[in-house]
T-cell receptor, first 114, second 114 residues
């Protein structure tokens, strides 16, 4: 079984401030982890993914995430928020297997204040 | 351009009516998925298909049906048995990027009940 918990359904930051969106997962096998972004009334766009190898993963738009096995976490960060980063962010886990099903967290809405 | 096309963008259902949401992809992907998104709930898997003429129930399949007669198409029917159909529906297909499987999403269909 696999699950994802995103801490904080809504995060508000000022433009130029650090963005930190938290994601913890549970998985019985080594996980594949993903962050997706969703702008209003649109589909999901992949920001970054962790599969194996380097635990610090860089994605698009200046975002990065670090896989910490000991903490079962995959938090998303960006050093300096832009207004265009305002969106909903979803963490997802896949524990492998032939059926390849993703389990999503409930999402975190990021607001960026001028 | 390659991608996933969902139609219509907005759909209205009357009581007791079945409605069908279209999902077409030209990415040559074998696997396709349907998710339902409700505010604060994240994405929940309705049905998925690994290959043509085969599909499996996801976590919330009751009141929905699908078919997979062609590789490019994976339509979702919301039946009258689904008592709370109002939601945002997202279709995805699975392909490979950087040697790893990734799900790619369409822009979604918003279904409302009249």
């Amino acid at each position: 079984a696999q699950s994802v918990t995103q801490l904080g359904s809504h995060v508000s930051v000022s433009e130029g401030a650090l963005v930190l969106l938290r994601c913890n997962y549970s998985s019985s096998v080594p996980p594949y982890l993903f962050w997706y972004v969703q702008y209003p009334n649109q589909g999901l766009q992949l920001l970054l993914k962790y599969t194996t190898g380097a635990t610090l993963v860089k994605g698009i738009n200046g975002f990065e995430a670090e896989f910490k096995k000991s903490e079962t976490s995959f938090h998303l960060t960006k050093p300096s928020a832009h207004m265009s980063d305002a969106a909903e962010y979803f963490c997802a886990v896949n524990s492998g297997g032939s059926n390849y099903k993703l389990t999503f967290g409930k999402g975190t809405l990021l607001t960026v204040n001028p | 351009d390659g991608g996933i096309t969902q139609s219509p963008k907005y759909l209205f259902r009357k009581e007791g009516q079945n409605v069908t949401l279209s999902c077409e992809q030209n990415l040559n992907h074998d696997a396709m998925y349907w998710y339902r998104q409700d505010p604060g709930q994240g994405l929940r898997l309705i049905y998925y298909s690994q290959i043509v003429n085969d599909f499996q129930k996801g976590d919330i399949a009751e009141g929905y049906s699908v078919s997979r007669e062609k590789k490019e198409s994976f339509p979702l029917t919301v039946t009258s048995a689904q008592k709370n159909p109002t939601a945002f529906y997202l279709c995805a297909s699975r392909g490979t990027s950087g040697g790893r499987d990734i799900q790619y999403f369409g822009a979604g269909t918003r279904l409302s009940v009249l």
